[in-house]
């Protein structure tokens, strides 16, 4: 398996056989790593080694330059394998995705080159602070500058090469890349949910970091809202995907769970669960479900490629960037309540056999739940009958919020 090199991008076909080469084997010892909670910098490594960060680089510059829609279908893949994993790279596809934004192509170049060699991006955004202000300062230092705060929920930061970070300079919003072995970086693995234990979604201190210039990504004001309705779908559809690959594996473990087992389901007679009829019918459902979930992410994720060349031509607010913000707060609405279903009937395929810890079933359900908790869906649905009735904005929330806030996705 070939990385993707600046020289000779790969042919799409090619890249995705070796993903999928790699995606097997991530599935294989996914239920061990879960249970051990043993953090998959292999895996990671793996993906590296078949050039997986650099699918969404444009060509030109040395990546895969692979579309919306492909890129998606191999997250939802990927996810099925072990859902940790396109949430550790959502940040570090989020930044691809920004450098396609940015009309300093030069800039975008020099990252972009960074990635091609192999480099990772992890993010550093959230705080715990009374709103959802941001505490984080980078202040002048001789002819650098200095970086000091903490931030929570680093999701992927522990596998980074790179650390994204939002700080306050003088009042100004200040968006930056730091080295995450520089000095006075520090990483924790503190993340404590019952679900995605994997991600490194934990506390990341910046003391004293000393940061140039060229490290400096974006400025921007406080008193504006620091995203665009392409980036709030794209972050959405990144959850959805992984949900999606979440049912898609609530089937195949079902399958497998089933398939050998001689044993009668339920009540007495000498049916074998694969001819059970009621197992035939929890099975199909799953299958539904797992159709239903991925269809869903790919018409959000059509909906987002349609806006992908305005964003490209560093159109930062469209109509299409709208359209695809309500197509996925209105599939997050769907997709979340049918993987919560078929992570919870997966057990009504073998009683309590099913439940055994050697399997690990229940990984899906808690992953799931996890995933579905990050941007609650009850706000959502809010703002959806906010649009359908008053024709009211679904950023308006945040549009009206203090200077002070961030607007996460």
């Known amino acids: 398996m070939d990385a993707l090199t600046q020289d000779a991008p ?9 993903l999928r080469e790699v995606f097997a084997r991530i599935a294989e010892g996914a239920v061990v790593r879960e249970q051990g909670r043993v953090l998959p910098y292999e895996a990671v490594a793996w993906l590296r080694e078949v050039g997986f960060g650099t699918l969404r680089v444009p060509r030109e510059a040395g990546g895969a330059g692979l579309g919306l829609v492909e890129i998606f279908r191999l997250l939802s893949e990927l996810a099925a394998a072990d859902s940790n994993l396109p949430q550790i790279v ?9 450098l396609r934004h940015d009309p300093d192509r030069a800039r975008s170049a020099a990252w972009y080159a960074r990635i091609v060699d192999g480099a990772l991006f992890g993010a550093a955004m959230a705080e715990l602070t009374d709103s959802t202000g941001t505490s984080t300062t980078l202040t002048r230092q001789g002819e650098g500058w200095r970086l000091d705060g903490t931030k929570y929920y680093s999701t992927g930061t522990l596998y980074a090469d790179w650390i994204i970070v939002v700080a306050d300079e003088a009042g100004e919003r ?3 890349a730091v080295p995450a072995t520089a000095a006075g970086v520090t990483r924790e693995d503190d993340w404590d949910g019952f679900g995605q234990r994997l991600t490194g979604s934990g506390t990341t201190r910046f003391d004293g970091v000393a940061v140039s210039d060229g490290q400096i990504l974006a400025r921007s004001s406080f008193d504006h809202v620091p995203s665009s309705s392409f980036l709030t779908a794209y972050y959405q559809l990144f959850h959805l995907a992984t949900l999606a690959g979440i049912s898609r594996a609530a089937l195949r473990d079902a399958v497998a ?3 050998p087992r001689t044993r009668t389901f339920g009540v007495p007679g000498k049916v074998s669960q694969r001819h059970d009829p009621l197992v035939q019918q929890v099975v199909g459902r799953l299958s539904a479900l797992a159709y239903s979930t991925s269809a869903l992410v790919e018409d959000v994720a059509r909906a987002l490629e349609r806006g992908a060349e305005a964003w490209e031509a560093g159109v ?7 359209e695809a913000e309500r197509i996925a707060f209105q599939a997050q609405q769907i997709v979340l309540e049918q993987t919560l279903e078929a992570t919870t009937r997966l057990f009504e395929v073998g009683g309590a056999s099913a439940t055994a810890s050697s399997l690990g079933l229940d990984r899906h359900w808690r992953n799931a739940r996890v995933l579905a908790s990050h941007n609650p869906a009850v706000q959502r649905a809010r703002a959806l009958g906010d649009l359908e ?4 904005a679904l950023d308006a929330i945040w549009r009206a919020a203090t200077p002070t806030t961030e607007r996460t996705a």
Do not use: M
């Open 10 to 18: 790969a042919p799409v076909a090619s890249t995705e056989g070796g």
């Open 389 to 392: 009735l008053n024709g009211t």
């Open 257 to 259: 769970f089933v398939r």
């Open 174 to 176: 200040v968006r930056l």
């Open 90 to 98: 959502r940040a570090h596809f989020a930044f691809i995705e920004g």
């Open 316 to 322: 930062t607010e469209h109509p299409l960037y709208d």
